[in-house]
């Protein structure tokens, strides 16, 4: 293995989406990541599109680099493998509630027995110390507890809506990460273990108020919450003439380069709106609607060369599809046709950093249900009879 985290092992307990996501990531950093998995398996190995059985899309994107061990641990002897196992790990990870994890007899206390060292990381919805601390917690639950979607509607004067993507789940597994990533270095500088806990619902707090808790970041408050630029209803992308463009007007230079492209250059110093930051920020969905208007006047070829010329920051507006053909990813070989060993040619992406010493990489991809059982527990001592006698038991699943 390549990379920063090589020779770190992860025993990666979790599933669907929040942690796997993070534990792809610490594999791309070159970290060792067991993943065990429950005898029927990851639940998102079965959304599809796949072409095989519990090779589904979305999980060949958040496990690959993993390797994957099935263990029954509400068996005692798939509850002592994974002691046995977490003897030699320098992390473990799961996104279950902590009581869950008491109830398999894996709670932080019973692991650091068998591992002082180890760096005990929980992803789960509430902070432990709060009345919400038993209660499950998903994607578009913690969106709605956070207000994005009453974010969606104060800013489009329409219903509330999530996010269409898994915000919530991937930006606390990005927490996760840095999570892992800093309690490996506290270990090294001091030689403790510790757990650590990420809530998601204390993770999106933070993250959405950091821009909406505006006034009431004083007390007494000084004004409402919310940022208004962002909750403008007329920010969003402009329509062209034959289309739609993503241009972002900010400072006082890019407000006076595009006044002189539509030829008004007095607007900035006549008009009080346009004076400085705070009142454009006041007015900005008049601003946002005044240059709407204009926008809707040339084609989006037109704009984007006029814009770029005027050193305003503008994007094509991509679909889903468009984007695997943009060029600046085509010319970085973001997107590569990689061949899986099980599931034939499939579209990959690359790990986004770059590093001048230890480059990440993507050393496997996403692994079938159990294909390296034997050879895990193999690592920790066990014999092929033993492992045998395992499998026999269900404790155990191979990959066929």
């Known amino acids: ?49 796949m072409r095989h059985p519990g090779m589904g899309a ?5 496990n690959r680099g993993k390797r994957s061990i099935v263990l029954d641990l509400k068996q005692p002897e798939g509850r002592q493998a ?22 398999l007899g894996l709670s932080y206390a019973e692991v650091a027995e ?19 601390a038993a209660k499950p917690a998903y994607d578009d639950l913690i969106q709605g507890a956070v207000a994005i979607p009453t974010l969606f509607a104060a800013s489009t004067g329409g219903e509330p809506r999530y ?20 309690a490996l270095f506290h270990r090294e ?19 959405v108020q950091g821009d909406h808790m505006g006034g009431a970041t004083f007390e007494p408050a000084e004004g409402p919450t919310g940022y208004p630029r962002l909750l403008a209803p007329q920010r969003r992308p402009y329509r062209t003439s034959d289309g739609h463009i993503c241009a972002l007007i900010y400072n006082d230079k890019q407000w006076r380069s595009f006044f002189d492209l539509i030829g008004r250059p007095d607007i900035l110093d006549s008009d009080p709106r346009f004076a400085d930051m705070d009142s454009r920020t006041r007015h900005i969905d008049e601003l946002y609607g005044f240059v709407a208007e204009h926008l809707a ?33 085509t010319a970085t070989g973001f997107f590569q046709v990689v061949e899986h060993p099980r599931e034939g040619p499939i579209r990959s992406m690359a790990v986004p950093t770059r590093w ?30 033993t492992i045998a006698a395992l499998a026999e038991r269900g404790v155990i699943r191979e990959a066929r």
């Open 356 to 385: 001048s010493a230890t480059p990440p990489a993507v050393e496997r991809q996403a692994p079938a249900l159990g294909e390296h059982s034997a050879e895990v527990l193999r690592e920790a001592g066990y014999d092929d009879a």
């Open 58 to 62: 979305i999980f060949l994107h958040a």
């Open 1 to 49: 293995m390549s990379g920063p985290l090589n020779g770190v092992r992860i025993l990666d307990l979790t599933t669907v989406l929040m942690g796997p996501y993070a534990t792809q990531i610490l594999g791309e950093l070159g970290a060792d990541v067991i993943k065990v998995e429950p005898p029927q398996g990851d639940t998102v190995r079965g959304i599809g599109p």
């Open 114 to 132: 068998a591992n002082p060292r180890i760096v005990y990381v929980g992803l789960f919805g509430y902070g432990q110390d709060g009345p919400y």
């Open 297 to 329: 006047t040339r084609t989006t070829a037109e704009w984007m060369e006029a814009l770029t010329r005027a050193d305003i920051p503008v994007m094509r507006l991509h679909t889903l599809d468009s984007l695997l053909e943009d060029p600046h990813l």
């Open 82 to 103: 994974l002691l046995d196992l977490a003897r030699t790990a320098d992390v473990l990870i799961y996104n279950v509630r902590p009581q869950a994890m008491a109830r």
């Open 163 to 182: 996010v269409p993507a898994t915000m919530v789940d991937r930006t606390v597994g990005l927490h996760a990460v840095y999570a892992v990533t800093a």
């Open 189 to 207: 500088r001091t030689g403790e273990g510790q757990a650590v806990d990420v809530p998601m619902f204390e993770t999106m707090t933070h993250f």
